[in-house]
């Protein structure tokens, strides 16, 4: 056996771990803040049903390790959805609190 077949795993290796690097970058850099405020805003929106409008939600750094964003919108007198956020923009966690009159 040759001796740089020895090393074509390795390099395969190394190519893998630095495309899969070169992903999770590009999202990370990649998204927004703004559309990720307009991605939770649709799919409030969509959750709230009548009398919910787009500038309803409004969007505050993280107070929670491993959060990016937390964007609220509240509901006119209605229901307040809280989404939070990660560093790629995506969905960790989600509340509606009800209001109580």
């Known amino acids: 056996m040759?001796?740089?077949?020895?090393?074509?795993?390795?390099m395969a290796?190394?190519?893998?771990?630095?495309?899969?690097g070169l992903m999770l970058g590009g999202r990370s850099?990649?998204?927004?803040?703004?559309?990720v405020i307009e991605r939770f805003a649709v799919r409030y929106l969509a959750e709230a049903g009548a009398g919910a409008t787009r500038s309803d939600c409004a969007a505050r750094p993280a107070?929670?390790?491993?959060?990016?964003?937390?964007?609220?919108?509240?509901?006119r007198g209605g229901a307040r959805f809280e989404y939070?956020?990660?560093?790629y923009g995506r969905l960790a966690h989600a509340n509606r609190?009800?209001?109580q009159s």
């Open 2 to 10: 040759p001796r740089w077949m020895l090393f074509v795993p390795v």
């Open 13 to 20: 290796l190394v190519a893998a771990v630095a495309g899969i």
């Open 29 to 35: 850099v990649g998204t927004t803040e703004t559309e």
């Open 63 to 75: 107070q929670s390790e491993g959060l990016w964003l937390v964007v609220a919108c509240d509901l």
């Open 84 to 87: 939070f956020v990660d560093a």
């Open 97 to 99: 609190l009800e209001r």
